[in-house]
């Protein structure tokens, strides 16, 4: 008896919604989702033009009898899903039984099988019409050829966007397929050349070496933590190493792949600081659950899903990253900047194809977007434990007005002297501004500060949340305040200046809660007021920077997650004078 069970109607409505082959990359999922369904531990996926000559899937599953193979091609065939049930609790890995009758619709398909006894068969379709059919060699498992895609879809066929782009796609795909399936030895070939391959050993942190370089999976890291209901692990690589792009981040849930913005968010928020915006580390998380906690009806076809108690899970998976990020050794050393071969995410990939990667290399190491100023950095910090954080080192001088040089036995270390006061000043601001009212003090001369209309309106409405601050204000006229008392930490000859920015920060952010307020008026004002780029610092400054750098929580990256400190070794130094190999 066959493995293929017919859907019921309902089902079968409830799926073809999102019956759509868009591009090469959909075929390539639907067979490969297939493949892994049919337990396969080999699956090779073979290309030609990135799949838009020809798509092949070989598999050595299960395979089928002459019956399933036929049936296979029927609309609402599945041996996927079997009841609604089963679709909720997505158990299987594909939510839709009708990825061959699509394909078949639009392309030519030819499918050969076996279930590995003494026969095998063959059958072929074309616009959705069986071609041809006959005996075929008994190799146990599957092997599907698509060829025309979009032969008879014209419109489609202009809507690709050439075989980089697509194959890019595709290559993504199968990374993510692989972390899912670390005990599946994948093959993706294009135009007969191998692109990626996994051995199916089953050791996920070999498959995230084949796809960001084993010199990034070396230095990654497991995290783990159970909650109740949710148990998560994963790795995650050094911060230090990080992508311009969030495809870096791989969500699996019971063995699927799946997309979902809140958790997404969480990661990103775990790396504050320590990562610059719009960089992200590379991280896989692993999510099990019961099933009845995943809610698929948001969209099947576009593999986001919601948990119910999202908040729950935020929490635990938050947990469980900081605890690991923490341990990270975050002195950037200038060896890791040079990062494996990056050509696996959709940009990277593209960005490798046209050969950009020196310009990769550069988006790494620059930083500096520094602005113009010449102010004068002061710091009261109050004393703190001084924490080692920060090695020994001997200041050498400055160089570029910008970096201050040390040296130890064990390299030369750069430190960047605006984000290291900007991390000074931050971590200073946000202590004074958890004690608002300890620290505000009466002006002998108050100040006037003048709004617009609409502003003098929202001012009146929230001065309770700007007295927070510890700035106490009173009506001056229609269309200004007396600034009557200012916290006690605003630099001296500033008071004006900031003042502006915590009003205009508190008019800006009216719906965020106090503490997200602080941190980024924190970040504002330090940045604002710190020592900048080609600004002269002598050797006094130094050292007070260096003694309150020390003291700080996270003295390696700036509040914006740009790096303070660059080592650059001993020995890669030698290297590159062939001192040493
Ligand atoms: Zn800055
Ligand atoms: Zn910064």
Request: negative net charge; contains cysteine; proline residues 4%.
């Amino acid at each position: 008896m066959g493995v293929i069970i017919k859907l019921d109607e309902h089902i079968a409505n409830m799926i073809a919604a999102g019956e759509v082959i868009e591009r090469p990359a959909n075929v390539v999922k639907e067979l490969t989702e297939n493949a892994i369904d049919a337990n396969s531990s080999v699956i090779e996926i073979d290309l030609k033009e990135a799949g838009m000559e020809m798509i092949r899937i070989t598999d050595n599953g299960c395979g089928m009898d002459e019956a399933d193979a036929n049936s296979a091609f029927e609309r609402h065939a599945t041996s996927k899903i079997k009841s609604e049930y089963d679709l909720f609790r997505i158990h299987s890995l594909g939510f839709r039984g009708e990825a061959l009758p699509s394909i078949a619709a639009i392309a030519k398909i030819e499918l050969t099988t076996s279930l590995g006894d003494n026969t095998g068969y063959k059958i072929a379709f074309q616009a959705g019409k069986k071609i041809s059919s006959g005996v075929a060699a008994a190799r146990k498992g599957t092997a599907i050829t698509v060829t025309k895609l979009f032969y008879n879809t014209p419109a489609r066929l202009k809507y690709m966007k050439g075989p980089n782009y697509e194959l890019a796609i595709i290559t993504e795909l199968v990374d993510k397929f692989a972390l899912a399936h670390p005990d599946v030895a994948f093959t993706l070939i294009n135009n007969g050349k191998v692109l990626f391959k996994t051995s199916g050993s089953g050791n996920v942190l070999e498959v995230l070496g084949s796809i960001y370089g084993y010199s990034v999976a070396k230095q990654m890291k497991l995290f783990k933590n159970d909650g109740r209901d949710y148990q998560i692990n994963g790795y995650i690589a050094n911060p230090l190493i990080n992508r311009s792009s969030k495809n870096c981040i791989t969500l699996i849930t019971n063995g699927r792949v799946i997309k979902n913005p809140k958790i997404i968010s969480t990661v990103v928020a775990a790396f504050d600081q320590r990562i610059p915006k719009g960089r992200y580390a590379i991280t896989l998380i692993n999510i099990t659950c019961d099933p009845l906690l995943i809610d698929v009806n948001i969209h099947p076809t576009k593999q986001e899903i919601k948990f119910s108690e999202e908040a729950k899970l935020s929490n635990v998976l938050t947990a469980a990253l900081k605890k690991t990020i923490d341990q990270f050794a975050m002195i950037q050393e200038s060896e890791n900047l040079v990062i494996g071969p990056s050509i696996n995410t959709i940009q990277d990939q593209l960005d490798f194809l046209g050969d950009n990667s020196l310009e990769n290399m550069k988006a790494v190491i620059d930083y500096s977007v520094f602005e113009q100023s010449t102010e004068k950095h002061e710091m009261t910090l109050p004393p703190l434990e001084t924490s080692n954080l920060i090695p020994d080192m001997e200041y050498i001088g400055q160089y570029a007005g910008t970096y201050l040089l040390f040296q130890n036995t064990d390299g030369l270390y750069l430190v960047d002297q605006h984000a290291a006061a900007e991390r000074i000043r931050y971590e200073n601001y946000i202590l004074h501004m958890s004690h608002p009212q300890k620290t505000y003090y009466d002006l002998l001369i108050p100040f006037n500060l003048d709004f617009s209309n609409h502003d003098v309106i929202l001012i009146n409405d929230h001065m309770t949340e700007i007295s927070a601050f510890g700035i106490i204000l009173s009506p001056s006229g229609n269309q200004s305040f007396f600034i009557n008392s200012v916290p006690s930490w605003f630099p001296k000859g500033l008071e004006e200046a900031y003042t502006e920015e915590v009003i205009n920060l508190v008019l800006e952010s009216l719906d965020l809660n106090v503490a997200t307020v602080r941190d980024e008026l924190a970040k504002r004002l330090a940045c604002k007021q710190s020592i900048k780029a080609n600004h002269y610092v002598n050797d006094g400054e130094v050292q007070t920077i260096m003694h309150d750098l020390r003291q700080c929580n996270n003295p390696h990256t700036c509040p914006h997650g740009r790096p303070i400190i660059v080592k650059i070794s001993l020995r890669e130094i030698e290297k590159m004078f062939k001192r040493v190999m």
